[in-house]
T-cell receptor, first 113, second 117 residues
């Protein structure tokens, strides 16, 4: 069975600085998708970034980028130029072949002005 | 982007009653929808997979007779919590899978907060 581990329950970053959220996973599959989702206080799940396992190039979406290390089964999220609106819960997720997502426990990110 | 709605967004019911939550894909057809539950300060846990025209697949430990799922059309799945108890109070989130996208993208509804008194 696949598992997703986020070892940082809480993180804090100064506005305009960079922060990295960690995520590791375990799977026996060779092709899969990994995601980072943001959940603000409204609790609406917002897709931040997606990585396809067969792609060696790390995904990037504006200020958000990932460091995908397939052999190490690591999938960290880097947020550059942090903004107050980035404060939220961040969930790392693995998509199973059946299509549903397995989520990590989440990291609560605080952004200090 | 694709939109998924949930109704109601918030509901309070008395212990022993049933409550129905609707999940709709507004601008795409969703043959597969997923129901998740999220307790306070916790992560999302999959409850069941809902497939249009067939029986739902429940995760281990989820009572299928208590959490009835119906996916009668390509745009609507419903979750009915029967004989609700206070321990069923939680945040329920649905997601719908769009097979029209190359990556079979999954879109989340805004969630339903259920409080059982």
């Amino acid at each position: 069975a696949q598992t997703v581990t986020q070892s940082q329950p809480e993180m804090s970053v100064q506005e305009a600085e960079t922060v990295t959220l960690s995520c590791t996973y375990d799977t026996s599959e060779s092709d899969y998708y990994l995601f980072w989702y943001k959940q603000p206080p409204s609790r609406q799940m917002i897709l931040v970034i997606r990585q396809e396992a067969y792609k060696q190039q790390n995904a990037t979406e504006n200020r958000f980028s990932v460091n995908f290390q397939k052999a190490a089964k690591s999938f960290s999220l880097k947020i550059s130029d942090s903004q107050l609106g980035d404060a939220a819960m961040y969930f790392c997720a693995y998509r199973r072949e059946e299509g549903n997502l397995i989520f990590g426990k989440g990291t609560k990110l605080s952004v200090k002005p | 982007g694709a939109v998924v709605s949930q109704h109601p967004s918030w509901v309070i019911c008395k212990s022993g009653t049933s409550v129905k939550i609707e999940c709709r894909s507004l601008d795409f057809q969703a043959t597969t929808m997923f129901w998740y539950r999220q307790f306070p300060k916790q992560s999302l846990m999959l409850m069941a997979t809902s497939n249009e025209g067939s029986k739902a697949t429940y995760e281990q430990g989820v009572e299928k007779d208590k959490f009835l799922i119906n996916h009668a059309s390509l745009t609507l799945s419903t979750l009915t919590v029967t004989s609700a108890h206070p321990e069923d109070s939680s945040f329920y989130i649905c997601s719908a899978r769009d097979f029209g996208t190359s990556s079979y993208e999954q879109y989340f509804g805004p969630g339903t907060r259920l409080t059982v008194t």
